[in-house]
């Protein structure tokens, strides 16, 4: 995602909705005391871009997500995405809960990130990522919960982590 698209999906009046990454700073980005989702943002408080980012994310080497394509289900986008970045097929399964918080980014702006959760099974590689920049890493609920950027994802992955259990327990998992 970058300005240039952004303007011109609202020129031509096309409904967009995205998610934008923190980590994009690093990738080409000239000043990364100013993030891409800061520079949106601050653009839609002027007035000169009317689209914000639907939600935020870390970005870099360990995020796996990203938008959705015209038409395509968040389902179909979850198995998309995690081919595209691990290299794995995924088996879609639950939705666990949808997260959300009213918060403040690196420069104190109010945004409003929104993310849906769902359980999913890891399954085999099939392909080579095709996204070079991401690496799968496990980590403990309790460990992303301590380390992750939002509060509502880590609210999330504890609500999915219970769904988890509650499935394991009545043996539908």
Known sequence: MNLAVVAACQAMEVRLVYISSVGSSTYGA?????????????????GLLETDSAAVTLGGGSDVGGGMEPGESEGDCIRREALEETGRAVTVR????????????????PYHPTGHVYLAELGEKTAEPSEKDHRLVWLSVEEFQKTTFL???AWAMG????LYKKLQKEKKL
Do not use: I
């Open 30 to 46: 000239n000043n990364p005391e100013l993030t891409f989702p800061e520079m949106v943002h601050r653009l839609v408080e002027d």
């Open 151 to 153: 509060r509502y994802q």
């Open 94 to 109: 639950e939705k666990a809960c949808v997260g959300e918080e009213y918060t403040t980014d690196l420069s104190g702006n």
């Open 159 to 162: 609500a999915a982590w219970e």
